[in-house]
């Protein structure tokens, strides 16, 4: 089976000078299209009336679907039921009628890394739907913070955009997640956590209060299974995050800009990077499609959005690419009118990338420009930690955060 295209691949050499940032460089991938749901399929990430179809299917009557749906969501989304066994207000043999022909699996875990700080990131291992081939695998990061808890999350394995400074964007292998993959990554948390709604904490909330859409791959080209995901967490009956709480980032697919805060009413962030379109067409080559008038009209248009709303842009700060203050001065100007937040991230290197993160001095140079103009970080410390912010570095590979990508994470707990 072949994943992605011969000439795409091509390009997907980190080893190599990165190709893919010339400006006749593919701007995308293929994702792979074939998902093979497991012969027992799980009922995590089906919507209640998906639930009540499948209960219809091993012929449960139409009367009792919608407390059989109501029980079956109370147990899987707020005690964290891993099988149908700990379901005790369904009956016995309901229980087994069920255990039967589903599960309520979740994707497994294979490491777990916990840092001096709390921050723990898993490696989950999903299906690849061939035997033949390496399962797939995502990442998924909890940053603990004293407010609030941040759970990155990935939407897709690898990414079929090919952003130039971004490490996810050289894997190869790109496939969708399934909605089920997606909730799935907020319950192995909550699991690893012990942090269902029915455990005792020391202060009754919960640890994971946060979900940011930061880890691999573009959620907006995963828009349905997404959106579904993520409605499912919001469900205040369930996860009960709440969407406010909730912040998708994208590349700047702008069709479904306005379709995410119609059809899911999450916090949007944008990941733009370069202020002129010929900078941005190499660090974001999607920018090609998406110029950054449009993505920034979509952005004015975004449903919702105010000033206690904002729209959060997300800059990553590569040395002598994008750093001047020249470029901190035009992305005030152009952000002006749109109830914005900017996020100044510190380039995370990775084997084979040509790019720097640039000087600490430069990144306080840059944020002090724009906190003068207006725009202010939640947390600020005299040492400029306040500028820190999202890394998106994610790669299925076991290896321990470094300092930077703690930090770097840690600060992305930030983001509202
Ligand atoms: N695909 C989506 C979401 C995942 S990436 C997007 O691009 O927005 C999350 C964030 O991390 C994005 O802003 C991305 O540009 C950024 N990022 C990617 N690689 C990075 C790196 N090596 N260092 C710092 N930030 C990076
Ligand atoms: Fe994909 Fe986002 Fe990485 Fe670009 S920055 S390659 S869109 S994960």
Redesign the pocket.
């Known amino acids: 089976m072949t994943p992605v295209s011969a000439e795409t691949n091509s390009t997907l050499d980190a080893t190599k000078a990165p190709v893919y940032a010339r400006a006749d460089a593919p701007l995308e991938k293929i994702a792979l299209e074939i998902y093979v749901p497991p012969a027992k399929p799980s009922l995590v990430g089906l919507s209640r009336a998906e639930v009540a179809e499948r209960l219809g299917a091993i012929g449960v009557a139409p009367a009792q679907r919608k407390m059989r749906v109501q029980q079956l969501w109370h147990w899987i989304y707020v005690r964290g039921a891993k099988n149908f066994d700990e379901m005790t207000s369904i009956s016995r043999e309901m229980r087994a009628q069920l255990d039967q022909h589903f599960t309520v699996a979740r994707p497994e875990v294979v490491a777990e890394q916990v840092s001096n700080d709390g921050t723990r990131k898993w490696l989950l291992r999903l299906p690849s739907g061939d035997a033949n081939e390496k399962a797939h695998e995502v990442e998924c990061v909890y940053i603990p913070e004293t407010d609030r808890g941040t759970l990155c999350v990935s939407?897709q394995v690898g990414?079929t955009?090919n952003?130039s400074?971004?490490?996810?964007?050289t894997q190869r292998l790109v496939r969708n997640l399934t909605a089920g993959e997606i909730v799935g990554q907020v319950m192995v948390a909550r699991d690893r956590l012990n942090d269902w709604a029915d455990r005792v904490t020391p202060t009754g909330s919960r640890l994971v209060t946060n979900v940011v859409?930061?880890?691999?791959?573009?959620?907006l080209y995963n828009f349905d299974a997404v959106r579904d995901a993520l409605l499912i967490v919001a469900d205040n009956e369930g996860i009960g995050i709440s969407r406010r709480r909730i912040t998708l980032?994208?590349?700047?697919v702008v069709p479904n800009i306005i379709r995410t805060g119609d059809e899911i009413g999450v916090m949007l962030?944008?990941?733009l990077?370069a202020v002129r379109d010929e900078l941005r067409n190499e660090l974001?080559p999607l920018n090609r499609k998406y110029p950054i008038a449009e993505l920034l009209q979509a952005c004015r248009d975004y449903p919702g959005s105010s000033n206690a709303r904002r729209i959060t842009f997300?800059y990553?700060m590569l040395k002598g690419v994008n750093d001047s203050l020249d470029d901190a001065k035009l992305l005030v100007k152009m952000l002006k009118g749109i109830p914005a937040k900017i996020?100044l991230?510190?380039?995370?290197?990775?084997p084979g990338?040509r790019?720097e993160?640039s000087d600490w001095d430069q990144i306080e140079k840059f944020s002090e420009y724009i906190f003068n103009a207006g725009y202010s970080s939640p947390v600020r410390t005299p040492r400029g930690r306040d500028i820190l912010?999202?890394?998106?570095?994610?790669k299925s590979e076991t290896e321990k955060l470094s300092v930077r990508e703690r930090q770097?994470l840690r600060a992305m707990a930030m983001t509202d």
């Open positions: 939407s990414c955009l952003c400074f971004c490490h996810t964007g859409m930061m880890g691999m791959g573009e959620p980032s994208t590349s700047g962030a944008v990941s990077h974001v997300e990553v996020n991230i510190p380039f995370n290197p990775w990338t790019y993160c912010a999202a890394c998106g570095q994610l770097a």
